[in-house]
């Protein structure tokens, strides 16, 4: 979708100087305003899908257990879509993917998807890097481009599901400068990795017509200001900039690393026009009681990024969460983080 966010802002100052003017309701116009006013959504992995304890029960959220309040934005993995396949690599039925990402939009909410297909030419997963030929062999001229092809029909058929494709931020071949995906750093060149781009735009857009998705690119954060731009799928591609950044070690390292990072992320959108975000963060298991304050809150709050997304609480590996759950030590921190003035949630943005 092709826009200028400069313009997407200046009518939403209008609008809030005018009462006669209706305001951007859509997903690019809420995520500006988000920057705009100087706060933020947040997001979370599945949410709705699984949690800490438990797995789909309909309505159930852990976020909202503790807080009392839906995320404003909730991420989806389409990993095993290209298959045919009726569960996500992460175990949950696609149907039931659908059914709850159109309940959230239809209750004014935000959904995201991300991809971690499997690897079309060994017939590993996602994270097979035995070859430094994958990329190659799906785009045009490729001996796996077909079988691709039918992996991309599958993956729009399911984005066209969730309404239409409509103001969907789609965010695939993400942490392309990491070496741990088979579209990541060293395993393509830097034309293959935007042919694998074009390809997926050409496709999903000019072919299917799914015109309302918006493309975010998310580098993982190993990368200064001009690697991150080294293989930028383009202008003509990309709506939103994105970093994917986690915690691993001190709380301290961790938030240097996001200023550093967001400051640079916030210069290219700006420069470019684009909306921008932190697409994917966490500290596994959060150790810190009080990590959504003193470390997330502390280091993004003055970004300027219209969302956080925090990774998935899987159900099944009991120190794998990355958001709040009843009884987790950091409960009490997160209630405080969803008080305060900067953070949305989806009563936050669901109001015309
Ligand atoms: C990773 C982990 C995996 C999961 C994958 C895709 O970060 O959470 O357990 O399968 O993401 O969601």
Redesign the pocket.
Known sequence: MRRSYLLLATTIMLASCSPKAAEDFSTAGRLAKATETGKYMYAH?DDLNYGHTWYLEEGRSDVRDVCGKYPAIIGF?M?RIELGDSLS??KVPFDYIVKVANSHIANGGIVTFSW?PRNPLTGGDAWDVSSTEVVKSIIPGGQKHEVFMNWLKKAADLLESVNGGNGIIFRPWHENYGNWFWWGGKLCTDEEYQSLWDMTYDYMVNERGLTGLLWAFSPNADVDKEGYMSRYPGDEIIDLFGLDAYQYGSAEDFKALLKDRLAYVKELAQEHEKLYALTETGHEGIPEEKWWTEVLDSAIKDTGISYVLT??N?CD?PG?FYGPFPGAACEEDFKAFEALDNTLFLDDINKR
Do not use: E, K, S, V
Request: net charge negative; hydrophobic share 35%.
């Open positions: 992995q993995d990993g690599l992460d971690h990774w998935r899987a590996m794998h």
